[in-house]
């Protein structure tokens, strides 16, 4: 990893650190609400630096009106989408729960071709984009000596970033108070790696060839199954505490159902505190849930409905992480797969992952 260089700006009268990552400056906070582009890890289907767009939504849409209890919000988008398309509306978050509000434009965000371009990522750089852009906003404010609630940390995601959610609370085990997936996918099976005929249209557009450079590996394949029962015993082992709902329709023909109810039948066992709907006709009330399939209704309505009583401020039962975020631990997680292991390296306070083999 290429050293840390430590810059200094001169924002809203005050002069504080922005770390640099491969060599590049993070921008400072925008006073206003607004967007940046924002360093990213390389990608193997890609020659140089890396870079997404990270969108910043603040109480008032001014910096100025975070206050002590202030969290932050990932609202992630829909595989296919960019900004806040398929998830929860970020300004409405805000207002309602006094947190300032990401989205983010992470690997592959926009209309995808498995026919022309690289396979599709699947949630694992895609969740570290997301995270760089939560570090980015957590550690802005602590430099920057913006009073904020570090602990109310939260995400949510519609599809492609209901499995974006997940993942960034895999790859971030002790960062998130709670975090809701709404009909996201689970785990990288065949029918959707390979694009076989089975129980999903998804096409990730991966080789089961071992000399192509799409192939996809055991180990990759593992690290992006969320159901993997060993990785979620060394979540548990970490410490993780994330508050996790889920909610998904039971005649979802994107997102196979059943692939989430062994996520969450392994969380349960792995006594991670997760607390899931799978619809029924019976929960279809036309206004929060207009389906059992896989759009299931208004995704704003739906993380109210799901965790309100979490993520409003000054509930009795609000989630607030307790200890330091793993940007503060700054150490490496590690997850055990068939060849070796991954690691999610926060040395440098952002995440940087890498797969190293036996």
């Known amino acids: 990893m290429k050293p840390i260089i430590s810059f200094f700006v001169l924002f809203l009268g005050i002069s504080f650190p922005v770390l640099a990552s491969e060599d590049r400056p993070w921008p400072a906070l925008p006073a206003e609400n ?27 849409k001014a910096l100025a009106n975070v206050d002590a209890n202030t969290g932050i919000f990932l609202s992630l988008h829909n595989w296919g989408g960019t900004h806040a398309q398929g998830t929860a ?56 000596e913006i009073t904020f609630n570090p602990g109310r940390i939260y995400s949510t995601g519609g599809s492609g970033g209901g499995n974006v959610t997940q993942m ?11 975090i809701i997936d709404m009909c996201g996918m689970a785990k990288l099976n065949d029918d959707i790696a390979y694009g076989l005929e089975g129980n999903s249209y998804l096409n990730a557009g991966y080789s089961q060839d071992p000399a192509s450079p799409e192939y996809l590996t055991p180990d990759a394949k593992a690290l992006r199954d969320l159901s993997n029962p060993i990785h979620l015993k060394q979540m548990a082992d970490y410490g993780q505490e994330t508050k996790i709902f889920v909610v998904h329709g039971t005649t979802d023909d994107v997102c196979p159902v059943a692939d989430k109810q062994d996520v969450v039948r392994n969380m349960a066992a792995a006594g ?20 059992t399939w896989h759009s299931l ?17 000054d509930s009795p039962d609000a989630a607030v992480r307790q200890g330091k975020s793993d940007f503060e631990r700054k150490d490496v997680i590690c997850y055990t797969t068939p060849n070796g292991y991954w690691e999610i390296d926060y040395t440098a306070g952002y995440p940087v992952g890498r797969m190293v083999e036996k």
């Open 168 to 178: 960034a609370n895999k790859l971030a085990p002790r960062t998130f108070a709670a």
């Open 272 to 291: 991670m505190p997760v607390t899931a709907l799978f619809l029924t006709e019976e929960h279809v009330d036309g206004t929060v849930f207009k389906g």
């Open 34 to 60: 607004g967007s940046v582009e924002l360093p990213a890890q390389e990608w193997a289907f890609q020659e140089g630096p890396r870079s997404f767009k990270a969108y910043i939504y603040y109480p008032g």
């Open 297 to 313: 209704g208004d995704r704003t309505r739906i993380v109210q409905h799901m965790a309100d009583p979490q993520l409003l401020p």
């Open 89 to 144: 509306d970020p300004q409405t978050l805000v207002d309602r729960y006094n947190v300032v509000v990401l989205c983010v434009d992470y690997l592959q965000s926009g209309k995808y071709d498995n026919e022309t371009m690289p396979p599709y990522d699947y949630g694992y750089l895609q969740a570290l984009d997301a995270l760089r852009a939560l570090y980015w906003a957590y550690n802005g404010f602590q430099t920057g």
